[in-house]
């Protein structure tokens, strides 16, 4: 392991774990994926901390949970006074690059902090999100509310994803002398469900796995199951556009894998140390859901793909042991040899990179929501995520608080409005049956509450680093002209 490895740090947006080939998908084509995995370890229970991109970015690049610093919505991003993973590194000596420009991360001024060099080394002729309203978008409402937009033109375009690469290329043709970071975030797979040929041809639709059928009991999910379907129409799809957006999805996750593969064709694996991972995952029809929702707990949206690899790091390992994103940051910081500068809740998965079958955490945790009262804070959007926005506005309890705690085997979530539920993922892996109330799994249900209880104690706040004089000098002049006395 070298003293100050490099670090390539490639974050894909919305990718399941099970779209990949090196975590278990036998129809999608992820060959550098696949390669990196096999280079170092994989970790098949690895959960974000929130299903949204802004919380879940801030939660891993902080080291703190959503709830801590109050980084829950889209809109309350790292702030100019909080330390992040980017910032110490540069602070330390690294030399930090961030190729592309994918927001959703830092406040005004903090990415002037954190990194040397930001954007574009050749700027995107087009931007993802295009279309105006349903009626101008291919195939009208339906498409539209599956956020379904089938073939690019295989034109001269250059999307966000390509200028990015594109940048990582360029500064990987001639990288300082080091140590550096170069942080590359990409789009895809996140919707709009598009892609140029080759990759949108890549797969045989009718070879496509079908979608995890909802639960035969609609009482026994959150309400904002049945009101996402009812209000975006979900009933509307069919078995084969189903499908049809499956096969347009993992033609994008092979795209980005092609993107990988062709930034770490500039690497060099001894030196520089692979961290791959997503700010969370996607319904993609299971559940009879599409996209995303801010209180989604399903593992098809908080599992996470991570892999670490290179540097001089063991390879060909998987662990099972259970991973949370703020573990990033103190991982990377061990690796850089780089004390952290301020308390934090992640853990340094250096041991398991050493020994796969060494335990990590218990428990992984997630969270989502608001309360009631956070009612004008909601999401106010325009389309394509309008119906979201609109839901969660009418009927706050549709994205009401949510905590949820895994372990190995069982899920547990809270909801701060409506019943809990309990998945025993072991023989029930798309949390299809709610548990919760049966005799049998009370001791399961009630060791859950505890663990999910007291991870909510322990990470409320964080005391602050520096410490205040209890009786500080103030300079103001005292009433009447009389001089300050100082109580003892």
């Not at 891993?60 to 100019?80: E, F, I, S, W």
């Not at 830092?106 to 080394?121: D, L």
Request: net charge negative.
């Amino acid at each position: 392991m070298h003293d100050r490895p490099n670090f390539v740090i490639f974050v894909p947006d919305q990718l399941r774990a099970d779209a990949i080939g090196a975590f278990g998908n036998p129809h999608v084509h992820t060959p550098h994926i696949d390669a990196l995995a096999a280079r170092g370890t994989r970790f098949t229970n690895a959960y974000v901390q929130n299903p949204l991109c802004a919380p879940s970015r801030a939660s891993l690049m902080t080291g703190l949970y959503p709830h801590t610093a109050g980084h829950r919505t889209q809109n309350h991003l790292v702030k100019p006074w909080e330390p992040n993973l980017l910032r110490t590194l540069k602070e330390s000596g690294y030399h930090v690059t961030w190729a592309g420009m994918r927001g959703d991360l830092f406040a005004p001024g903090v990415t002037e902090a954190s990194v040397h060099e930001h954007g574009f080394a050749e700027p995107p002729t087009v931007h993802p999100h295009a279309g105006k309203a349903p009626d101008q978008w291919p195939g009208g409402d339906l498409w539209a509310r599956v956020f379904y937009r089938g073939r690019v033109p295989d034109d001269d375009r250059i999307d966000v994803d390509e200028a990015t690469v594109r940048t990582a290329e360029k500064w990987l043709a001639q990288p300082p002398a080091g140590p550096w970071v170069l942080f590359v975030p990409i789009v895809a797979p996140h919707p709009p469900f598009e892609a140029p040929e080759p990759w949108f041809s890549m797969y045989d639709r009718a070879a496509m796995p079908d979608p995890v059928a909802p639960a035969k009991d609609p009482d026994s999910e959150p309400a904002y199951m049945t009101a996402v379907r009812e209000r975006y129409g979900l009933d509307r799809v069919t078995p084969e556009l189903w499908r049809e957006i499956v096969a347009t999805y993992y033609g994008m996750v092979s795209r980005m894998d092609a993107h990988l593969g062709r930034v770490l064709a500039h690497v060099d694996d001894e030196t520089t140390v692979t961290l791959f991972f997503a700010d969370h995952g996607e319904y993609l029809g299971d559940h009879g859901l599409i996209e995303k929702w801010p209180t989604s707990m399903h593992s098809c949206v908080t599992r996470d793909p991570l892999i670490i690899a290179g540097g001089g790091l063991p390879g060909g390992q998987q662990s099972a042991t259970m991973v949370e994103l703020v573990d990033i940051l103190p991982t990377v910081l061990e690796l850089a040899g780089i004390t952290t500068p301020h308390r934090h809740f992640g853990r340094s998965l250096l041991p398991v990179l050493r020994d796969p079958d060494a335990e990590h955490r218990t428990y992984a945790f997630t969270e989502g929501g608001f309360t009631i009262d956070e009612e004008h804070q909601l999401e106010r959007a325009v389309f394509p995520y309008d119906l979201r926005a609109q839901l969660g506005q009418e009927n706050p309890v549709l994205v009401g608080k949510v905590h949820a705690v895994r372990d190995r085997e069982w899920s547990y979530v809270w909801r701060r409005y409506e019943p809990a539920e309990l998945y025993h993922r072991a023989t029930d892996p798309d949390e299809r049956h709610n548990l919760i109330g049966r005799p049998e799994h009370a001791d399961t249900a009630q060791r859950m509450h505890e663990a999910l209880f007291t991870w909510l104690v322990d990470t409320t706040d964080v005391i602050p680093a520096d410490t205040d004089p209890r009786l500080p000098d103030v300079a103001l002049p005292a009433p009447g002209g009389s001089f300050p006395v100082r109580a003892h």
